[in-house]
């Protein structure tokens, strides 16, 4: 069977995570009590209609968690197709989305902030060994999309572009970050100012001369390194570029990005500030 663990800390978004997959024709259980995992496999591997399994495990089984690892082995060994896919988001997102929610958080009592520090801490194993998704800067459709995609689409690695502006600050989440603003800004001509990097004057303005081949290297290292964390065991890659405001350089160079990396992997396209000061 193909077995898909998803665990992590609570509020990072397990629940969509099984929605996810129950779309894409996985039986899902929530919360299977670790020393019966091996059992409801066998019972559905013995009547040979289900083929995929989703299974969610998380903290409020914490007696039980010891047993995991042991769990784990006993399925590889018995030659199922296995991996373990942890969501996780910063304790300060965490708290916002409980707080909005109005969700009780199921280590908490009165206490939120020590029940999310507590989780924390009780699921740290379960994050050994695991392809670790940081959903603090998803929302549950982007967190969807990389999950089928993963499991019931192409199984490429999903590789985010993001835009952004120096002065409105980082983004949250990113594993490479490029800083364009050496090159010529649209900004302080007359006829493109007004216009932002999907515009195909503005983004001919950007690419032009030293904006090409500044693409064509963000290219070349992208196609080395994408495979390798593929490898790896990650899921989605984030690639961050950024110029002043967010608007002209960066957007155009992930625009072209996109075009060029497009056919081979699947690019998921943000701008996080294009609308800013407009």
């Not at 690892?69 to 942890?86: D, I, N, P, S, T």
């Amino acid at each position: 069977m193909q077995i898909v663990i998803v665990t992590g800390l609570s509020g990072a978004g397990k629940s969509t995570a099984l929605r996810a997959l129950e779309d894409i024709e996985f039986f899902c259980v929530d919360n299977i009590p670790v020393p019966l995992v091996s059992q409801l496999v066998e019972h559905l591997a013995h009547e040979g209609d289900k083929d995929k399994l989703a299974l969610a495990i998380d903290s409020r089984q914490r007696r039980n968690l010891p047993a995991w690892q042991a769990a784990l082995a006993k399925l590889r060994g018995a030659g199922h197709r296995l991996e373990v896919m942890f969501l996780d988001a910063s304790d300060e997102v965490l708290l916002r989305r409980f707080s909005e929610t109005r969700r009780r958080h199921p280590l908490s009592g009165d206490d939120l902030i020590d029940g999310v520090r507590r989780d924390r801490e009780l699921m740290t194993e379960m994050r050994h060994g695991a392809a670790v998704v940081d959903t603090s800067n998803m929302n549950m459709h982007q967190l969807k999309a990389i999950i089928q995609d993963r499991y019931g689409g192409t199984g490429k690695l999903a590789v985010t572009l993001v835009s952004f502006g120096f002065k409105h600050g980082l983004p949250l989440e990113f594993n490479l970050v490029f800083d364009v603003r050496f090159l010529p800004n649209p900004y302080f001509e007359p006829t493109l100012t007004h216009l932002d990097g999907r515009d195909p004057e503005c983004a001919r303005f950007v690419l032009g001369a030293d904006g090409l081949e500044l693409t064509r290297q963000v290219e070349s290292l992208l196609r080395f390194t994408l495979p390798h964390f593929q490898k790896e065991g990650k899921l989605y890659v984030t690639i961050a570029i950024g110029c002043t405001g967010g608007r002209h350089r960066s957007v155009a160079i992930v625009e072209e990005l996109r075009r060029r990396l497009g056919a081979d992997w699947d690019i998921l396209v943000r701008h996080r500030d294009v609308d800013r000061g407009k």
